[in-house]
């Protein structure tokens, strides 16, 4: 064996339960995993690689099912405003004095970020994703479903009122269609990137591009990853295009997007019934708690979405509006504030929501097959979680293991202390094999300074509820 991690709780997440195995053992040979037992039952004997996880729970990574981590130098720049102000008056102002260099030292910031808390496939939805996945993922060790954003959005909308329709460059949708096809073929042989079409949302994007994209994504047996309903914004663009009553849902429906074929994110801006028809249709959801309830004040609907028998993963979105790209955050505040919507403490429990972490993401994103349970065969991405923490402490396992919910709703993401993936050590004993972190932090704050400097006048241009919050000295 090339790695063997003893003597730990192993969580297998097995024959739909979380698979609970004491004083067990994992064996990885060939970047798979070799061995699911009992630490008796192992043979020790020849293995380069032995980590001792005693008072540790050994588990597999988890999952982030939609992230942007390009925006992660803005971190902290718009927070605490409208919904209706978010994009055009907040982030857009800051955004626009980024350079093609800080999109890459935001990305690798919001990488190690990630993997610092336990994740070990990203869904990564960007512009130009293939620059992230060369400079950043593959050089990492990190898994990644490289998503390329579709939209024919006229880059000349500054100008326009929410109530003002976008106009439409089919140029420039059809070349992010044609990066999004190349992916396919680029990383073929790419053990960790996998590919997925991302058209951005519906009214982003015309019917008939739309339309394209989805036959491709058939023909290359792979989906479309969509924003779906995301607020007042998207809903006054929908009416405006498609007449007073429509939805994206019902738009969505009415054209046949509403398939197997399509992974939503986000969609709380749903109503009750067009849940029940997507997840009746086989439409897969992934939910980003902290981002949406920050700039939307809306609880994303995962726990209707999951009593209703549907697929959903969970994802951290963008750093300028949750702050971080933490599943255990994710974790935590999707089961707090469904059960507070829901007026249900028993809604989301702590084990469910372990399950959409890790085997929810990895089957909306087509990769139950590889990762998201610990199997002979599976990928050897893997985490250890250590136990001994005062947050995680006491651990007790008779007559129920406590680890399960305090992982949940105690765990801070920075208890993980080995990081494997694809049989690789990314992470041993809380420190990088080969990413030099603290010069990614460093690199970090210098632009991400000069960013802001840089666009001040804008920003104070814009006149958004922060700039009078800031003449107040509140910010």
Known sequence: MDIAIVNSWLLTFQNNSLGIVKD??????????????????????????????????????????????????????????????????????IANHMKPSDIIVGSKLGVIEALRSGTTTFAEYSTNVSKLVDEIYLPFGARVVATETINEVSKNRAHLKPTDIYEFDRTKGEKAFKQACELFKKYQKKELVTSMFGPQALDMISLELLQIVKDEAIERKSGMHLHVAQGERERLQIVGRFGKNASTVKVLNEYGFLDEYLLGAHCHDTSIDEREKMVSNGVKMVGCPSSISMIDGIVPPVGHFVSLGGKVGLGSDQAPGPGLHNMFCEMRTISIITKTMMRDPTALPAWEVLKIATGGGSQVLGLEDKIGSLEVGKQADIITIDLSKPNLTPVVDFPFHTFIPNIVYSATGYEVDNVIISGKEVIIDSKFVSINEQEIINDATQRSQRIFRDASEDWMKADSLLVKKVKNGLL
């Open 24 to 93: 067990g053992a994992i064996g990885i040979e060939d970047g798979k995993i070799s061995f699911v037992g009992k630490t008796s039952e192992i043979d020790k004997t020849d293995v380069d690689t032995l980590i001792d996880g005693s008072n540790h729970v050994t588990m597999p990574g988890l999952v982030n099912a939609h992230i942007h981590t390009s925006m992660t130098l803005l971190r902290g720049g718009a927070q605490d405003l409208p919904e209706i102000e978010w994009m055009n008056k907040g982030i857009g102002p």
